[in-house]
């Protein structure tokens, strides 16, 4: 396939400004750029799309351009909100610019003939005289023009928030930033969110007009779920790309759990699997769905790709771990998140130099509700620490059953979680 015609079978594309784009990606390598807004230290699952239709570009052998938002992102884009955004400062702008541009760096080369660039439009936006602005840009803009964009006239519309003058100028400075990387990298091409569709075309507009160049659009589609909630949000908010943030075990969960109706479109999306290979995958939803093949590959690809090899073996062997696999290894961290929602219990870890026994302790907890049937419980087979079976009535609770130095997990029959935390 070419190109073109790899995004539009994995469902990049929204629209297109012109109908010869996909003949003018085939005459040769072009510079296209992607701008990302600083709204946070971190981009979250929702930013996926754009950045691998770069990385998409880019292995086609076209330069993508990184662009960070440090201007823009202190004034903010009205696209897709119902009010106004909180501003920035600038030293919040620059922090958050700074985080951003390491997570993208994971995604695109900076080497190598194709060689993406990281730009960040605070650079040339906060060098602008505001009377030369209005003069030599301002002027090519037509408020009435301005006045029909859906993202403006939807804010106009809310007569309790409406839109300040500041997000009303949002497109003029993104406008100028098509026509900067232009005039400055060759840039010919824009792409983004679907929601970027009027601020793409007047940065074409513009560029027309002062450097007399052809440029081109594209945008990609909004990502949903086909039973409407919205992608890329749990029950604790956000999926975000900084581990620090959302775990990689957490990341790698919330892939695995995704519905069978929407992974073969997350595997087009969110990975560069082959068409041969995600038709086999979505062959094996349809005969059997309970092996979630589907969703394991999906999690795996991703989770490698956003985190690395080392991360996702440490997700998978985390997923485990609720299916009586090895415990051993996993840090602190990990194991919190993976029993963060089983009963807990704090212990003094004067309990184990005390010499008691599993059966004394787990009975005091109230894991058991006596002791007797915690010795019937051990009997049968059903007791165990750190998903290792507990077979005598008389073991010990000692240093060396813990995992990392501070917790153990008790488990009664298949299912029933307890973690056990000791502190001085």
Known sequence: MTLFEELSWRGFISQTTHEE???????????????????????????????????????AGHRPIVLVGGGTGLIGDPSGKADERTLLTKETAE????????????????????AAILLNNADWLCQLSLVDFLRDIGKHFSVNVMLNKESVRQ?????????????????????????????HHNCRLQVGGSDQWGNIVAGMDLSR???????????FPLVTKTDGTKFGKTESGNVWLDPNRTSPYKFYQFWINQADADTPKYLRYFTFMTPEEIADLERQIQEEPHKRAAQRALAEHVTQLVHG?????????????MFGGDLKGLDESTLLDVFSEVPSTALSRGTLSAGRTWLDVLAESGI?????????????????????????EDAKLTEQCLLTGAMAVVRVGKKNYHLLRFSE
């Open 95 to 114: 922090k958050n610019a700074a985080g951003i541009r390491r997570q993208l760096e994971h995604f695109v080369t900076f080497d190598g003939p194709s």
């Open 368 to 392: 058991f509700t006596s002791k007797g049937e915690g010795r019937r419980m051990i009997k049968n087979g059903g007791l165990y620490v750190n998903n290792e079976r507990i077979d005598a």
């Open 209 to 219: 007009r002062l450097l007399g160049k052809a440029t081109f659009g594209l945008t």
């Open 21 to 59: 784009l996909p003949a003018e990606l085939e005459k040769g390598p072009i510079t296209l750029y992607c701008g990302f807004d600083p709204t946070a230290d971190s981009l979250h699952i929702g930013s996926l799309l754009p950045i691998l239709g770069l990385a998409h570009f880019q292995r």
């Open 155 to 183: 804010r106009l519309q809310d007569r309790e928030h409406g839109i300040s003058y500041t997000e009303f100028t949002y497109s003029l400075l993104q406008a100028y930033d098509f026509l900067y990387l232009c005039e």
């Open 309 to 321: 090899h080392d991360a996702l073996e440490n997700a998978i062997k985390a997923s485990q771990a």
